[in-house]
């Protein structure tokens, strides 16, 4: 079954503690991203990959990291959380504009 | 101003009803138009996509885009129960990979 995965589904930590959002797509697909999904702003795009080792900005990068060391994985790293990044995060894969899948989500709340 | 704009609702209608959605965009560089469906806890998943301008049927559902307003529309036939959700509209210039959202309409089909 073609998928999108993340890990964990729900996360609550502290200010400062370093985490990072798993995700793992199946399809071979080049292109990868995360969003975020906040109350009346919609979903907005954080990173991108267009392929290994090829990442950019999206529109709201900072405080976050990327890495894309293979095809299939692309974790999102928060080095220090702070409370305006508690928020619902969603990955998405694709290789064409009408095949996106998005991932279930994973909501995180920094305390 | 935001790059999409999408009302928000909530939008609630009887079953049977025909749902009416939009969204306007500033990007006259849009060219490919989406619509993605979200039910409660989980990813957004595609549910139409059109290039350029035109209109697009599938079931109940039908897309138009009209490119010289800058306006996208969502149609939905004999609502059903099963049709609440939240839709958001996405669009974008290339055939690649940046798509930009609206906030998304949450719908609810009383029976």
């Known amino acids: 079954e073609a998928q999108v995965t993340q890990n964990p589904r729900y996360l609550i930590t502290v200010t400062g503690k370093k985490l990072t959002v798993t995700c793992s797509q199946n399809m071979n697909h080049e292109y990868m991203s995360w969003y975020r999904q906040d109350p009346g702003l919609g979903l907005r795009q954080i990173y991108y990959s267009m392929n290994v080792e090829v990442t950019d900005k999206g529109d709201v990068p900072e405080g976050y990291k990327v890495s894309r060391k293979e095809k299939r994985n692309f974790p999102l790293i928060l080095e220090s959380p702070s409370p305006n990044q508690t928020s619902l995060y969603f990955c998405a894969s694709r290789s064409s504009a009408d095949t996106q899948y998005f991932g279930p989500g994973t909501r995180l709340t920094v305390l | 101003q935001k790059e999409v704009e999408q009302d928000p609702g909530p939008l609630s209608v009887p079953e049977g009803a025909i749902v009416s959605l939009n969204c306007t965009y500033s990007?006259?560089?849009?060219?490919?138009f989406m619509w993605y469906r979200q039910y409660s806890r989980k990813g957004p998943e595609l549910l139409m996509y059109?290039?350029?301008?035109g209109n697009k049927e599938d079931g109940r559902f039908t897309a138009q885009v009209d490119k010289s307003s800058k306006y996208i529309s969502l149609f939905i036939r004999d609502s059903q129960p099963s049709d609440s959700a939240t839709y958001l509209c996405?669009?974008?210039?290339?055939?690649?990979?940046?798509?930009?959202f609206g906030a998304g309409t949450t719908v609810t089909v009383r029976a």
């Open positions: 990007n006259s560089a849009f060219q490919y």
């Open positions: 996405a669009m974008s210039p290339t055939n690649d990979y940046k798509l930009s």
């Open positions: 059109t290039y350029s301008s």
